[in-house]
């Protein structure tokens, strides 16, 4: 069948009450945050809903979707402002209430869940610590408050009455809250009376509910390395372990024909992630899906039967292997793909008819645009674009590359290339990215490099060995080899662009993020003529300061797991520190770092400012009190933006 593709800009006119007008300044430019985002369609199919702004706090707007006139806006008046959100039944969207504090930018979420239907009636406090309502009688349940972080685990739509959400109990608070056991609750969505229904055997739990609303799975982690999985018998939980099914790292995904099969990511001894079909009756397992190079990066469910129909793979460029071709979303991903070429389609919202779909496209190019499709009628009607200030035209290109470090190892990453100039001689900027175990860097828009790019530069990303993504033993061998083997596939990535001839030797910079700040100020310590100036924003500087601060040695879990990636040879954690090797340094510095940063505690920038001070090494510094680990206010991160041109384009001759 043929796709219509149809243009709504009487719906962008209307929703764009708020849009902005393009400047001049590219820092202000690539630091505005989406205009609109997590658009969706309510389970009836008569309501459209978004994210978007007003007055620099997050408002939740809903739609008639056939006017296309707005018929509700979620705003608090006070330092609050929407989360995220999901409708819950036809007429009624539950929402995450976050906080904007005076000394802290980046929204704080306590855990409180409110409602409202579509047309502004029968709003109700959920769920939450300030529940103002009091029990009164011994048989009648009235919502009461309490101390417990919650998320929408399961919206049950069909329902209409209630949901399933999991909340982290606050205990008696602390540090280590983080590893208290979730809880699953049902939720009156209209009067927030709750049923507890089971408590997960392991912390850091991800539940599978099925389709009558019953906790079947959980897998979780007491180290953040390894996990674990059970599954719900007889109201007690039970550890797959017992069935010796050799898969590590499972996590429940979806349910199989039976109530006896699932559906889990896994690994196999010495193989990457994939898809395995479980029995925990037969204690059986088969492969599904795996590729040889990158673990999964994402799993597609039928959302109406809870059954998985598609996985998507990035080895460079993003794709999908479809599990059930009978699936009608997997017919629809493929006709869209045709529909919309060079961009990779997300179904990010569905009616429970399966009708109509919201469809997110994006590309390296375009941050996203949403667009309604309908089933019936074949149409597919563009909605909004989270950042229609920008031209895709005019965005940079990103290619995936891949080379082969000096010790024999294939390394992957990208390739951030400006538009309109030849691939030749151009100057460099290098971006390590954070983590540096578990994350990865993936093909699509980056507002940072693309900001970059416009200036006439490169832009190499490099998912070096640590990286999460490509398999478990490939994660493990940056273990304890944060200061060296990592840093080398750095330095390795820079000298095979150069070899390629695509850059210029003498103008290259390295600037980069939390691991990615770190990896900033250790690489130029190990090739000290290759890095022309070095940007570290929010990094950590000196590893033997990571057991005493921040929010990773504070938990039990996080201890743990210092001790198996870092070691614990303090001689070894000073060799690998630029705090210790700042006699090593020849760039030039830019330190960027947030005041209220638990991750990188500001701690981390003064021992490195202390080192550089100690040896009368100059350097420059933006320092913001009230950010934490990046930058959340769009003007803040404009300043940022700024300060960091005008640094490269004086040390690379932009």
């Not at 395995?276 to 204690?283: A, E, F, R, S, V």
């Not at 701690?603 to 009230?626: I, S, T």
Request: with cysteine.
């Amino acid at each position: 069948m043929k796709l219509i593709k149809f243009f709504s800009f009487a719906c962008l006119s209307i929703l764009s009450y708020n849009a902005v007008a393009k400047i001049e300044n590219p820092a202000e430019v690539f630091s505005r945050s989406a205009e609109f985002s997590n658009v969706k369609i309510s389970p009836g199919g008569d309501y459209l809903s978004t994210i978007t702004t007003k007055d620099s706090k997050k408002v939740l707007i809903i739609l008639d979707a056939k006017t296309r006139k707005p018929l509700h806006s979620v705003y608090f008046s006070t330092n609050a402002q929407v989360g995220d959100y999901q409708w819950v039944n036809d007429e009624r969207v539950v929402l995450q209430k976050v906080y904007l504090k005076g000394w802290q930018d980046h929204p704080l979420y306590y855990g409180e869940l409110m409602a409202v239907n579509a047309d502004g009636s029968k709003p109700e406090y959920l769920f939450g610590y300030n529940q103002q309502g009091q029990q009164t009688g011994s048989r009648i349940k009235k919502n009461t408050p309490i101390r417990a972080t919650a998320y929408i685990l399961d919206p049950m739509p069909e329902n209409k009455r209630y949901m399933l959400v999991k909340a982290l109990p606050w205990g008696s608070g602390g540090s280590n809250t983080a590893e208290n056991l979730q809880q699953v609750y049902r939720v009156d969505v209209y009067k927030g009376k709750r049923k507890k229904l089971a408590t997960a055997p392991i912390s850091y739990a991800n539940f599978l509910t099925d389709d009558e609303g019953e906790v079947r799975f959980v897998s979780g982690t007491r180290d953040y390395i390894s996990s674990r999985l059970f599954y719900r018998k007889d109201h007690l939980w039970v550890d797959t372990e017992k069935l010796q099914l050799n898969l590590e790292q499972m996590r429940p995904i979806a349910f199989g024909d039976d109530k006896d099969s699932v559906y889990v990511v896994g690994s196999e001894p010495g193989k990457n992630k994939g898809i395995y079909l479980i029995n925990i009756k037969t204690g059986t397992k088969k492969l599904i899906s795996r590729d040889d190079v990158v673990d999964p990066y994402n799993v597609w469910i039928n959302q109406n039967n809870k059954k998985l129909y598609a996985v998507e793979f990035e080895n460079g460029y993003p794709s999908y292997e479809f599990v059930d071709k009978k699936d009608a979303r997997a017919k629809l991903i493929k006709q869209l793909l045709a529909s919309l070429p060079g961009h990779q389609i997300h179904l990010v919202s569905e009616t429970t008819d399966s009708s109509q779909f919201i469809i997110k496209a994006f590309n390296d190019r375009n941050p996203g645009d949403y667009y309604l499709f309908n089933n019936e009628t074949m149409k597919l009607e563009y909605l909004v674009s989270q950042k229609n200030w920008l031209d895709p035209e005019l965005m940079a290109e990103v290619k995936p590359i891949s080379f082969t470090s000096r010790d024999g190892k294939t390394i992957h990453g990208y390739l951030t290339l400006p538009n309109n100039l030849e691939a030749k001689n151009l100057p460099l900027v290098v971006n390590p990215h954070g983590g540096p175990h578990g994350p990865r860097d993936w093909w699509g828009f980056d507002p940072q490099n693309q900001l970059i790019a416009s200036q006439g530069a490169a832009v190499l990303q490099i998912n070096f060995r640590g990286s999460g993504g490509y398999g478990k033993n490939f994660e493990h061998l940056g273990h304890q080899k944060w200061g060296t083997d990592i840093q080398y596939d750095i330095i390795d990535g820079t000298k095979y662009v150069i070899e390629q001839g695509l850059v210029d030797k003498d103008r290259i910079c390295i600037a980069g993020g939390s691991f990615g700040g770190y990896s900033a100020l250790m690489a130029p310590t190990l090739a000290p003529d290759m890095f022309k100036c070095a940007i570290g924003f929010a990094g950590v500087y000196d590893l033997p300061l990571m057991f005493k601060e921040g929010d990773v040695q504070s938990r039990r879990a996080g201890g743990r797991y210092l001790e198996q990636v870092l070691g614990e040879d303090t001689k070894v954690l000073k060799s690998m520190s630029p705090t210790h090797n700042v006699d090593k340094l020849k760039t030039k510095i830019l330190l960027v770092h947030g005041g209220d940063d638990e991750r990188a505690p500001i701690e981390q920038f003064e021992a490195l400012e202390d080192a550089l001070n100690e040896r009368n090494y100059p350097y420059q510094k933006l320092v913001m009190d009230d950010e934490g680990h990046g930058f959340y206010n769009d003007e803040h991160q404009a300043k940022y933006y700024g300060e960091m041109l005008s640094f490269l384009k004086e040390n690379l001759k932009l």
